[in-house]
């Protein structure tokens, strides 16, 4: 997202040796640690889990895009994997998955709004 001005670009520099994000990976600790030290974890945890939901079928409806040659197990799996994730949304408290789809839609709405217009990205 930083080599396409979604975020600054320095969030994506890659450590030379561990070919990880590191600024990335220092400001996820950091706003990790500032939700630990304001909000009670026990409010966090579904929302958490909500996005975390969402994260896995992305990756399921993602592995049912893949070619026979690239998969590694039936798409029967994928399939049951993003059944599951739906399944499971529905156990998660009503308030955290309405904050969770409201926050998700104001983050596809900024970044549609930053692709638009390159102007305001990050350069």
């Keep these: 997202m930083g ?3 979604e975020l600054p670009k320095w ?7 561990f070919k990880v994000p590191r600024h990335a ?8 640690f ?4 304001v909000f009670d974890l026990r409010q966090v945890l579904p929302l958490a889990s909500f996005y975390l939901l969402v994260w896995f079928a992305i990756t399921h409806y993602a592995a049912l895009h ?3 040659e690239q998969r590694l197990f039936s798409p029967f799996f994928a399939w049951l994997g993003l059944a599951c994730c739906f399944t499971l949304l529905f156990f998660i408290p009503l308030l955290h998955l309405i904050i969770g789809m409201v926050t998700l839609a104001m983050a596809f709405g900024t ?3 930053v692709r638009r217009q390159p102007k305001f990205g990050f350069g």
């Design 11 to 17: 969030l994506g520099e890659v450590h030379p040796r």
């Design 66 to 68: 893949l070619s026979k």
């Design 3 to 5: 080599e396409a001005h």
């Design 111 to 113: 970044r549609f709004i």
């Design 34 to 37: 500032a939700v630990v030290l």
């Design 25 to 32: 990976v220092l400001a996820v600790g950091v706003l990790v």
